[in-house]
């Protein structure tokens, strides 16, 4: 008996620091399981901040005529009627913190890869509406700027948004009011921020653009907002247009301001925009609208906002001593305009279907002095600048169709017909085949 209980103990005491050592193991394992879990809680965490998003718009295209100038996703080849082509197609990465977030989205299209937003915003931690948003975004300027093109009725933007705000975005900072649903203030909304002017592209200038727009809603039944811009871009000659005369055959023309040096074009813009939505038995019918006017420094050849130093065709010069040629493109003077753009939408839901028809009209008129056959070319211009397609008036009226497939899918027929003002250049004496 007492041999078994000495060999018991004396395997009890081999048997001790093993198992303490098994133990220690198992807790040593259980605690590296534990950290794992941890970092993986951690990890997930994060990831859930980051939101990957987008949208692909593919369509296909017939003009009436080959080779036309269009504002319907560009100018058309100059053998081509007709296209395929990816129109957007959107990848955007969101990171979103309690009072912060960063975007990135990129445009990838068959014609290359270009960016589109990249911004970060500061939301104030004490009342949460005041937020500060810098980097490359849209303009806060009318309504259909910042619309989506994911959710817009009509395949493009207006043509006056086009020409006047090309790109849509633009690289800055601006400080934006938007209340909560809790402070009573919801529908109220303000945005102001200063602009290199140019869009995507570097700036060329030291001039910044100012832009702010305050708006009141009521839900989804009403919105009422005002725009304003105010801003300057640095021609690089010694001559300035902007005041018109006529000629003694009874075009219009441009008379020279040469006062001074280094002119800048101004760009002085209005905006008025609302929309209104209406129930009725026969479905849900939205009107929107926008109102553009004000002054613009565009160039001889376009009204549209340059990205880079406008300049004239290249010159060839060769030196009287050396008899080297230089080509030289001198920069364009700027030249001042009044203006004035809008647009309309009638959209109707069929009843609770997921068919909806669409009417879009759009007018933009880039100099409101001139019209029709006092736009031309005079005997004799001397001191002059004449007029030139730049200045013709364009009023765009679109017929739509849209099949609401799913929530994810949306199917689109769209039909525009162009009208051009008719005048005395050549080539614009009758309306383009331009309808698309």
């Given at each position: 008996?007492?041999?078994?209980?000495?060999?018991?103990?004396?395997?009890?005491?081999?048997?001790?620091?093993?198992?303490?050592?098994?133990?220690?193991?198992?807790?040593?394992?259980?605690?590296?399981?534990?950290?794992?879990?941890?970092?993986?809680?951690?990890?997930?965490?994060?990831?859930?901040?980051?939101?990957?998003?987008?949208?692909l718009?593919?369509?296909?295209?017939?003009?009436?005529?080959?080779?036309?100038?269009?504002?319907?996703?560009?100018?058309?080849?100059?053998n081509?009627?007709?296209?395929?082509?990816?129109?957007?197609?959107?990848?955007?990465?969101?990171?979103?913190?309690?009072?912060?977030?960063?975007?990135?989205?990129?445009?990838?299209?068959?014609?290359?890869?270009?960016?589109?937003?990249?911004?970060?915003q500061?939301?104030?931690?004490?009342?949460?509406?005041?937020?500060?948003?810098?980097?490359?975004?849209?303009?806060?300027?009318?309504?259909?700027?910042?619309?989506?093109?994911?959710?817009?009725?009509?395949?493009?933007?207006?043509?006056?948004?086009?020409?006047?705000?090309?790109?849509?975005?633009?690289?800055?900072?601006?400080?934006?009011?938007?209340p909560?649903?809790?402070?009573?203030?919801?529908?109220?909304?303000?945005d102001?921020?200063?602009?290199?002017?140019?869009?995507?592209?570097?700036?060329?200038?030291?001039?910044?653009?100012?832009?702010g727009?305050?708006?009141?809603?009521?839900?989804?039944?009403?919105?009422?907002?005002?725009?304003?811009?105010?801003?300057?871009?640095?021609?690089?000659?010694?001559?300035?247009?902007?005041?018109?005369?006529?000629t003694?055959?009874?075009?219009?023309?441009?008379?020279?301001?040469?006062?001074?040096?280094?002119?800048?074009?101004?760009?002085?813009?209005?905006?008025?925009?609302?929309?209104?939505s209406?129930?009725?038995v026969l479905?849900?019918?939205?009107?929107?609208?926008?109102?553009?006017?004000?002054?613009?420094?565009?160039?001889?050849?376009?009204?549209?906002?340059?990205?880079?130093?406008?300049?004239?065709?290249?010159?060839s010069?060769?030196?009287?001593?050396?008899?080297?040629?230089?080509?030289?493109?001198?920069?364009?003077?700027?030249?001042?305009?009044?203006?004035?753009?809008?647009?309309?939408?009638?959209?109707?839901?069929i009843?609770?279907t997921?068919?909806?028809?669409?009417?879009k009209?759009?007018?933009?008129?880039?100099?409101?002095?001139?019209r029709?056959?006092?736009?031309?070319?005079?005997?004799?211009?001397?001191?002059?600048?004449?007029?030139?397609?730049?200045?013709?008036?364009?009023?765009?009226?679109?017929?739509?169709?849209?099949?609401?497939?799913?929530?994810?899918?949306?199917?689109?027929?769209y039909y525009?017909?162009?009208?051009?003002?008719?005048?005395?250049?050549?080539?614009?004496?009758?309306?383009?085949?331009?309808?698309?």
């Amino acid at each position: 008996m007492n041999r078994i209980f000495i060999l018991t103990a004396i395997i009890a005491v081999l048997l001790w620091p093993a198992g303490m050592k098994a133990n220690a193991q198992d807790d040593k394992t259980a605690d590296s399981l534990f950290k794992s879990i941890a970092r993986t809680d951690e990890t997930i965490r994060l990831l859930k901040k980051i939101q990957f998003s987008g949208y692909l718009q593919t369509q296909f295209q017939v003009a009436e005529k080959e080779g036309i100038k269009s504002f319907a996703g560009g100018d058309f080849p100059e053998n081509s009627d007709s296209r395929f082509m990816i129109r957007r197609g959107r990848v955007k990465m969101t990171w979103s913190g309690n009072l912060s977030k960063f975007v990135t989205q990129i445009d990838i299209t068959e014609k290359g890869i270009a960016p589109k937003d990249v911004y970060f915003q500061l939301t104030d931690p004490w009342i949460r509406t005041f937020v500060i948003t810098a980097g490359l975004f849209n303009r806060p300027f009318g309504n259909e700027i910042t619309m989506s093109s994911s959710v817009r009725e009509s395949p493009e933007r207006a043509r006056v948004y086009q020409t006047l705000f090309s790109g849509e975005r633009d690289a800055g900072i601006m400080l934006s009011v938007h209340p909560g649903s809790r402070s009573g203030l919801s529908w109220f909304k303000a945005d102001a921020g200063f602009f290199n002017g140019t869009g995507i592209a570097s700036d060329f200038d030291s001039h910044k653009d100012f832009i702010g727009r305050v708006s009141v809603s009521k839900g989804n039944a009403w919105t009422l907002g005002l725009s304003y811009y105010n801003g300057r871009w640095q021609s690089g000659t010694e001559k300035y247009f902007k005041d018109l005369t006529t000629t003694d055959d009874g075009f219009r023309v441009f008379l020279p301001d040469s006062t001074g040096s280094l002119y800048s074009g101004r760009r002085i813009y209005y905006g008025m925009n609302g929309q209104v939505s209406v129930k009725t038995v026969l479905g849900t019918t939205l009107v929107r609208g926008e109102y553009l006017t004000g002054l613009h420094g565009g160039t001889s050849e376009t009204t549209v906002s340059p990205s880079s130093l406008p300049k004239d065709k290249a010159v060839s010069k060769a030196d009287p001593v050396t008899g080297i040629v230089t080509t030289v493109a001198p920069p364009l003077p700027a030249m001042e305009r009044p203006f004035a753009g809008g647009l309309v939408y009638v959209v109707h839901t069929i009843l609770q279907t997921k068919h909806q028809l669409v009417f879009k009209y759009d007018v933009y008129d880039p100099d409101t002095r001139a019209r029709g056959k006092e736009i031309g070319k005079p005997a004799g211009t001397g001191t002059f600048a004449t007029l030139s397609p730049a200045d013709i008036r364009y009023d765009t009226y679109g017929f739509g169709y849209i099949f609401h497939y799913d929530t994810n899918l949306k199917m689109m027929l769209y039909y525009d017909i162009v009208r051009n003002e008719k005048t005395a250049l050549s080539g614009y004496t009758g309306d383009l085949n331009d309808n698309v």
